[in-house]
Each structure stands twice: as structure tokens, then as C-alpha cells.
């Protein structure tokens, strides 16, 4: 387990102090001339940014998010999804994740957008999370799930933790089939269909998948110029550390966009008691 969390920290855990500086300062720069989406407050700099938003509302279509709903982000990263759940929900949402470091620029941008009150944050792993029993009443996880080492352990975590009669939502890049080879660890990619099989295996009911491999490119032209205004920076700032960024987000993004994968969102109940 050690070996696998250190694995996916050489690849998203490169926030040194130099990312952490750039990053807030394109945010400072950018927000005098360009109003931030009230939903969005930091352009998209905060998650994925092939991310697109009109994926994420397509997944509060099996759901009840309003302001009185209590959310797990599982591999929730920098929290710029459970951001855009508060801010366009006004729910609670507790952010999982196993890399402390990214975690701490979280909880800063947290308190940047003043959402402190209803977005929290934990350091741990799919496999083992660290709450009691039904505190969900909504669980989330956005393009993370490939990195779990054992996934029926964690999907069975998942369960674990919601609430009965409560719904999950998951946004996975798939292998488009059984034959399709997997990536290289970090990441282990499965297939719609084995998803589909450990969902019910572990007691979901009402299971359903949609490809929206279409609707992942980010179309948003702010969100697009902020990348590039940050990679700019940092760049000029820090050479070293802005190849290295850059060389990271590439590999993510050509793991993620083969011609072997597709995005695939999974919804599923937890039967009422």
C-alpha cells in the first residue's frame, strides 16, 4: 500500500512551494481583470482542467443536493469539485484524500473562496476511510477510483459510509474493453462492466452508467487562458518545477484520453434498512 500511495504522489502530489505561489498568484492576477464564475471561483486551476463543468451537472441528475445534504469527495484532490457542489448547492462536503500536501493547498483555497463552514477535508484512502458508518448522504468520486489498489474494497468503503437510501455518483476513465491494455500503475483502470459487477456486488441497487466521453473537454475560454497564464508563471518563476508540472499533467492527460479509454459516470443506491 505504501509503495502504491507514493507511486500516485510522484505524479499529483508536485504542489512544492514554488506551484503553490504561482498558483495563487495567477489567481490574485487573473481575478482583477477576469470575473471568476461564482460556481468557479479559481477558473478551473483547482481540478482537472480537461474537466469540463457541464460533466459534473450531469451527475447531480441521480441526486438530491441541496443545502441540508452531507457529500463525500472521495479523491477529492485540491477540492475544486466539492468547491463547485457548495457553491452551486449550498451542501456540505467532506473531502477524502491520501496526499496531506495537497489536502493543505485545499483547505487554503478553501478559505480564499470563505467556504471554510461547509467544506472540511481528511487525509486517507479509499480502502480504509476514516468515518463511522452511514454519515453520507451523497458520495462522490471524480476521476480517482482508478488509483484504489484493491477497487472492491474500496467501493465497498463507499458503501460503507452512505447513508441507506442514499445515492453515489462516479466519473472513471474506463478501458473501453477487456482487451484494451491497462495503463501503468499508478493507475488501474477497469472496464464499465467490472464496475458495474462490483457495484452490485457489494450491495448497490439501482445501477446505471452513461458514456459522456464527449462532454470532457473543458469548453470554457477562461478556464483555458488561466492554465496558461499559470504555466506561464511558473515557468518564468521556476523552470525546473514548470516542466516538471507540465510533464506530469501530459502524462495524466495521455493515460486518460488513449484511444483505449472512455468516461463513464456510474450511479447506484444503497437500499433503505
Known amino acids: 500500500m505504501t509503495a502504491h500511495i507514493d507511486a500516485i504522489g510522484a505524479l499529483y502530489d508536485r504542489i512544492s512551494p514554488a506551484v503553490e505561489d504561482a498558483l495563487i498568484e495567477t489567481l490574485k492576477t487573473f481575478g482583477r481583470t477576469v470575473p471568476a464564475p461564482r460556481t468557479d471561483p479559481f477558473y478551473g486551476l483547482d481540478r482537472r482542467s480537461d474537466l469540463a463543468l457541464r460533466t459534473l451537472d450531469r451527475m447531480t441528475a441521480y441526486g438530491d443536493l441541496r443545502k441540508y445534504v452531507f457529500v463525500l469527495d472521495a479523491g477529492g484532490g485540491l477540492g475544486g469539485v466539492a468547491r463547485w457542489l457548495t457553491l452551486t448547492y449550498g451542501c456540505r ?55 484504489a489498489e484493491d477497487r472492491r474494497r474500496a467501493i465497498a468503503e463507499l458503501f460503507r459510509v452512505l447513508r441507506p437510501g442514499s445515492t453515489l455518483a462516479l466519473h472513471e476513465i474506463v478501458r473501453r474493453d477487456a482487451a484494451a491494455p491497462p495503463p501503468v500503475a499508478p493507475w488501474r483502470h477497469g472496464t464499465e462492466d467490472e464496475y458495474l459487477a462490483v457495484l452490485a456486488d457489494v450491495g448497490f441497487t439501482n445501477i446505471a452508467s452513461d458514456d459522456v466521453t464527449s462532454m470532457r473537454a473543458e469548453p470554457s475560454a477562461i478556464a483555458r487562458s488561466a492554465e496558461e497564464s499559470f504555466l506561464r508563471l511558473l515557468a518564468e518563476r521556476a523552470p525546473d518545477e514548470g516542466e516538471r508540472w507540465r510533464r506530469s499533467q ?23 434498512v
Open 250 to 272: 501530459e502524462a495524466l492527460r495521455a493515460a486518460d484520453h488513449g484511444l483505449d479509454f472512455r468516461a463513464v459516470q456510474f450511479f447506484a443506491r444503497r437500499p433503505s
Open 93 to 147: 462536503v467532506l473531502v477524502l484524500d491520501v496526499l496531506p500536501r495537497v489536502l493543505a493547498i485545499g483547505r487554503r483555497l478553501t478559505g480564499r473562496a470563505r467556504l471554510g463552514g461547509r467544506l472540511s477535508a481528511i487525509a486517507g484512502s479509499f480502502e480504509a476511510i476514516p468515518v463511522r458508518d452511514g454519515v453520507f448522504t451523497q458520495v462522490w468520486s471524480v476521476e480517482a477510483l482508478h488509483h
